[in-house]
């Protein structure tokens, strides 16, 4: 099945061909352009002249900061006695019974997307398949790197490049549609689906992949992030479970929520660290076995 060229993308806006394959012929064409999926342009040059001043013209834009020691990273930013300071100290100590460090990810509306693939890309273990399509260029490299900290060089290389950054997060979204297509047509055939789908259509705002997309992909990195249930099909498109640490659901059986709930055995596992289901960053130093 194809659907028609969606109006002002080319080959070079479909890397993974997710605009002419598998996608239903009865879903009308969603017709967006490219405002529709990059930051404005006066968006993107006021973060630019921040930046600039926060760290000065030298210094290379960095998206996700250098490690530092988890709990002085908590000392610093969680001072007072409040009872969510309390709660993120707590949390934060728990943690660091995992993790020794942490690296802090820029919180625009693309957070989710840059902690979640920054952990995939820069493990050890090979690359998944979807990274590996000829047609990613810009990353597809990482697959040729076989030590851990050739990897984590270039992934710090990507992530200091708007371009390819950017560029990544768009293709992943696209993933997330492909896999929500996917979703939907065996719902609709009465086969078996992850509960986490349901939820997804039944929202007045994501009854089909049509409105998913308009209402809600074709919107993160712009006006809003990845939702909670958005996190599963997330996992789902990059076929990673996603681990996330969330500080203030800490005492909760919600503290560690995985992504999805039942994972298949063989996915990677990447590890998150959320304040407010937000803002993700990421616990790096494993100083013992993590297992689910």
């Not at 492909?178 to 007045?204: M, N, Q, T």
């Amino acid at each position: 099945m194809s659907v028609p060229p969606v109006a002002g993308l080319g080959a070079e806006s479909d890397p993974v061909g997710l605009l002419v394959n598998g996608a239903p012929d009865r879903y009308p064409p969603v017709r967006f352009n490219e405002e529709d999926m990059y930051r404005a342009a006066d968006e993107i040059e006021k973060e630019k002249e921040l930046l600039i001043h926060e760290r000065g013209l030298s210094e290379p834009k960095l998206s996700v900061a250098p490690e530092m020691d988890i709990m002085d990273y908590c000392k610093k930013e969680w001072r007072g006695n409040t009872q969510k300071a309390t709660c993120m100290k707590k949390g934060y100590e728990e943690v660091s019974q995992k993790f020794t460090s942490i690296r802090r990810v820029r919180g625009d509306n693309y957070c989710a997307l840059r902690a979640t693939l920054f952990q995939a890309m820069s493990q050890p273990a090979g690359l998944p398949s979807w990274l590996q399509d000829p047609e990613l260029t810009l990353w597809a490299g990482l697959a040729e790197l076989r030590t851990a900290e050739a990897r984590q060089i270039a992934c710090d290389e990507l992530f200091t490049n708007e371009e390819e950054e950017y560029s990544l997060y768009e293709a992943v979204k696209f993933l997330m549609l492909h896999r929500a297509i996917e979703l939907y047509d065996d719902k609709e055939k009465g086969e078996d689906v992850p509960f986490f789908s349901v939820l997804l259509f039944a929202r007045d705002t994501s009854s089909d992949p049509g409105q998913l997309l308009r209402n809600h992909l074709n919107q993160v990195g712009h006006t809003g992030g990845l939702e909670q249930i958005e996190m599963f099909l997330l996992a789902y498109a990059v076929r990673h479970t996603i681990q996330v640490y969330r500080l203030s659901k800490y005492s909760t059986e919600e503290f560690i929520t995985v992504y999805p709930t039942d994972p298949p055995r063989d996915w990677p596992v990447v590890t998150l660290i959320a304040e407010d289901d937000r803002h993700y960053n990421i616990p790096v130093r494993v100083c013992e076995e993590t297992s689910l």
